[in-house]
């Protein structure tokens, strides 16, 4: 009987930190080009183009968070290769990642005056606005290959620990879409179009700089064969992860626009009031996706190193700042919140509605701290198949708890809700963790990491 073989490693605060900062701020900073994108456009004097850009933004991420799994799918595979010291298996994960990439990224680029016409049909929006739109999304999603082999570049970064030439890379990339929006729209005065071609260069640019720091990482290695990449099985497992973590995806977009759906119920007043809210707590994910990065890269290594002190330390440890965090976020959410509001909106009746459900929305943080750390647990372990389930189940449990408190309790029935979705998303995930752990490494072994 041939022993298993471990490759033991050691985990510290300081090294989940290493990952979590530089990925909080590389994630942090996405946001920041929208609101430039936006800014930039609003300078011109034209509603009409501000919600072109804004409808076409929404369509754009729509899609991307369809295909994230390409960035989350990629991490898990490589982070478990490197823990098995087996760095050529890595850049076949890469190799095949960047495969799939351009093959969706080539059909986006075929089907995109199609994509355009389906999500203007279901969104709307003016004749002004809708060309807008069109013409935003149809120079936009022309970077989709870029786009979809920056996810990979970064996915791999992450899956080797490599986070702060992440952060680099995502600084790289938001920067120079910040600059050419600038330069574009204000001095070569394309209008809509500049912010289209602004967002294009940015990735084709961020995608050559991610593959120099790819040849420069692999060095002299030698690479796979192209046999090896194209290996039935590693395709089929690297499908069945990225499948799983595509419908995770979809259904947590499906609640919170269930949520947005029950909020436009209750009129304009309680629509706005709720979005302002909801973006506070989505905000906040940021600073806790930073630390499920760690979790993702952490949790992988240690199921390819067959370590399991390595993966209860690291759980131990990205769960334990995890309520830090969240703990702080949600303090801040519920003591800067009311200035915030004020700054968001004018309208007296939105801010008195906001500050009412306020106090939910200060709590979302720390109530799905779990369920975003498990997240990343799962991911690196890829033990998809169970995080796809609990999602679905917390769905049941959410729409649940809605059609029971939202008649007595109107809004607020819908804030307690979404409360006991992620909370149940993280307790059922850390329930299942514990039992997965027994069958990911067999055996007494040691209980910590020292």
Same mark, same amino acid.
């Given at each position: 009987?041939?022993?298993?073989?471990?490759?033991?490693?050691?985990?510290?605060?300081?090294?989940?930190?290493?990952?979590?900062?530089?990925?909080?701020?590389?994630?942090?900073?996405?946001?920041?080009?929208?609101?430039?994108?936006?800014?930039?456009?609003?300078?011109?004097?034209?509603?009409?183009?501000?919600?072109?850009?804004?409808?076409?933004?929404?369509?754009?991420?729509?899609?991307?968070?369809?295909?994230?799994?390409?960035?989350?799918?990629?991490?898990?595979?490589?982070?478990?290769?490197?823990?098995?010291?087996?760095?050529?298996?890595?850049?076949?994960?890469?190799?095949?990642?960047?495969? !799939? @990439?351009?093959?969706?990224? #080539? +059909? &986006?680029?075929?089907?995109?005056?199609?994509?355009?016409? *389906?999500? /203007?049909?279901?969104?709307?929006?003016?004749?002004?606005?809708?060309?807008?739109?069109?013409?935003?999304?149809?120079?936009?999603?022309?970077?989709?290959?870029?786009?979809?082999?920056?996810?990979?570049?970064?996915?791999?970064?992450?899956?080797?620990?490599?986070?702060?030439?992440?952060?680099?890379?995502?600084?790289?990339?938001?920067?120079?879409?910040?600059?050419?929006?600038?330069?574009?729209?204000?001095?070569?005065?394309?209008?809509?179009?500049?912010?289209?071609?602004?967002?294009?260069?940015?990735?084709?640019?961020?995608?050559?700089?991610?593959?120099?720091?790819?040849?420069?990482?692999?060095?002299?290695?030698?690479?796979?064969?192209?046999?090896?990449?194209?290996?039935? !099985? @590693?395709?089929?497992?690297? #499908? +069945? &992860?990225?499948?799983?973590?595509?419908?995770?995806?979809? *259904?947590? /977009?499906?609640?919170?626009?269930?949520?947005?759906?029950?909020?436009?119920?209750?009129?304009?007043?309680?629509?706005?009031?709720?979005?302002?809210?909801?973006?506070?707590?989505?905000?906040?994910?940021?600073?806790?996706?930073?630390?499920?990065?760690?979790?993702?890269?952490?949790?992988?290594?240690?199921?390819?190193?067959?370590?399991?002190?390595?993966?209860?330390?690291?759980?131990?440890?990205?769960?334990?700042?995890?309520?830090?965090?969240?703990?702080?976020?949600?303090?801040?959410?519920?003591?800067?919140?009311?200035?915030?509001?004020?700054?968001?909106?004018?309208?007296?009746?939105?801010?008195?509605?906001?500050?009412?459900?306020?106090?939910?929305?200060?709590?979302?943080?720390? @109530?799905?701290?779990?369920?975003?750390?498990?997240?990343?647990?799962?991911?690196?372990?890829?033990?998809?198949?169970?995080?796809?389930?609990?999602?679905?189940?917390?769905?049941?449990?959410?729409?649940?708890?809605?059609?029971?408190?939202?008649?007595?309790?109107?809004?607020?029935?819908?804030?307690?809700?979404?409360?006991?979705?992620?909370?149940?998303?993280?307790?059922?995930?850390?329930?299942?963790?514990?039992?997965?752990?027994?069958?990911?490494?067999?055996?007494?072994?040691?209980?910590?990491?020292?």
């Amino acid at each position: 009987m041939t022993a298993t073989v471990t490759h033991p490693f050691e985990v510290t605060h300081r090294g989940v930190l290493a990952i979590a900062v530089p990925m909080t701020f590389a994630y942090l900073s996405t946001p920041v080009v929208g609101v430039v994108n936006l800014g930039v456009v609003g300078q011109i004097g034209d509603p009409a183009l501000v919600g072109g850009v804004a409808i076409g933004a929404l369509i754009f991420d729509f899609v991307f968070a369809t295909f994230n799994f390409l960035r989350a799918g990629t991490t898990g595979l490589v982070a478990q290769a490197v823990g098995a010291g087996d760095r050529r298996e890595a850049s076949a994960w890469l190799a095949r990642a960047f495969i !799939v @990439a351009l093959v969706i990224g #080539i +059909a &986006v680029v075929l089907l995109r005056d199609v994509i355009a016409g *389906v999500a /203007l049909g279901l969104i709307g929006g003016s004749d002004a606005v809708q060309a807008a739109t069109r013409e935003y999304w149809l120079i936009r999603a022309l970077a989709t290959p870029f786009a979809l082999a920056n996810y990979v570049i970064l996915g791999w970064l992450i899956g080797l620990g490599r986070a702060g030439l992440g952060l680099a890379l995502q600084t790289a990339l938001n920067g120079v879409n910040v600059v050419l929006s600038l330069a574009f729209v204000h001095w070569l005065d394309m209008g809509v179009a500049g912010v289209g071609w602004a967002s294009f260069a940015a990735e084709a640019t961020a995608a050559a700089i991610g593959l120099a720091v790819v040849l420069r990482l692999t060095g002299g290695a030698a690479w796979p064969r192209l046999a090896h990449i194209l290996e039935r !099985v @590693a395709f089929l497992r690297m #499908i +069945a &992860v990225n499948r799983d973590i595509m419908i995770r995806s979809f *259904v947590l /977009l499906f609640a919170f626009g269930f949520f947005t759906a029950q909020s436009a119920r209750g009129g304009d007043i309680v629509l706005a009031a709720n979005e302002i809210l909801l973006n506070f707590t989505m905000l906040a994910a940021f600073f806790l996706d930073g630390l499920a990065a760690a979790a993702e890269q952490y949790a992988g290594r240690a199921i390819g190193a067959r370590y399991r002190p390595a993966f209860e330390r690291s759980l131990r440890l990205v769960v334990g700042w995890g309520f830090v965090v969240g703990a702080v976020v949600s303090v801040a959410v519920f003591l800067l919140g009311p200035h915030l509001i004020d700054l968001m909106t004018a309208s007296p009746e939105v801010r008195a509605e906001a500050r009412l459900y306020l106090p939910y929305a200060a709590l979302v943080p720390i @109530a799905g701290t779990l369920a975003y750390q498990m997240d990343g647990v799962f991911i690196g372990a890829t033990w998809s198949a169970e995080m796809r389930n609990m999602m679905l189940v917390s769905l049941v449990v959410y729409l649940a708890v809605w059609f029971v408190l939202a008649p007595p309790l109107g809004m607020a029935g819908l804030w307690i809700a979404l409360l006991v979705f992620v909370g149940v998303r993280g307790v059922s995930l850390w329930w299942i963790c514990r039992a997965k752990i027994g069958t990911a490494f067999p055996g007494p072994g040691l209980r910590r990491a020292n």
